[in-house]
């Protein structure tokens, strides 16, 4: 069997985190949930662009502890791509080691989460004005990559549905 990660991406506050759960109890499957999320609750909400290179090198690590290289099939709560645009927003620029690293991912199949759910408030989020721009970013950067993608819409169990939906046609389709 060949390696495939499931991608949840999108803009901040449409469900990733939930729907990588939901999916990975649903079907048995491995998950790592967001590491920049673990990182700044643990040191802090500020943060550089000189740290994002670490960071994302850290995710890399936190990701394959929970979804080992050689496991089949596992889910990932975001990949570089988001460090990729997170650097790219909020300084004009990436790292060259964070875009090698993510044209490197070639397993993964992106769940890319539309942003047509209501945002909620959190100390981490920076931009609940700018959604649908990231969704945009994000929509590029995976088609420029030439990787699979399925959009996720709707609310509440809709949403879940149509994850569940997506998962399987990207897992039993070539």
């Not at 802090?44 to 740290?51: A, F, I, L």
Request: include cysteine; glycine fraction near 6%.
């Amino acid at each position: 069997m060949a390696i495939q990660r499931i991608v949840l991406t999108g803009p901040e506050s449409t469900g990733k985190s939930v729907l990588t759960v939901h999916l990975a109890e649903r079907f048995g499957v491995p998950y790592a949930l967001e590491y920049a999320r673990k990182y700044l609750e643990e040191h802090g909400p500020e943060y550089s662009y000189e740290q994002l290179l670490p960071m994302s090198r850290g995710h890399l690590e936190f990701q394959q502890s929970f979804v080992p290289p050689q496991t089949p099939l596992g889910i990932l709560d975001t990949d570089l791509i988001n460090y990729k645009i997170w650097c790219e927003v909020a300084y004009g620029k990436c790292q060259p080691e964070i875009i090698a690293a993510m044209e490197a991912e070639t397993t993964h199949s992106y769940l890319l989460c539309y942003p047509d759910i209501a945002w909620e408030p959190d100390p981490l989020r920076e931009h609940p004005t700018s959604r649908m721009m990231l969704f945009d970013r994000h929509l590029a950067e995976i088609e420029r990559l030439g990787r699979r993608y399925e959009v996720i819409r709707g609310e509440g169990p809709a949403r879940a549905a149509a994850a569940e939906a997506a998962f399987l046609k990207l897992t039993h389709s070539g």
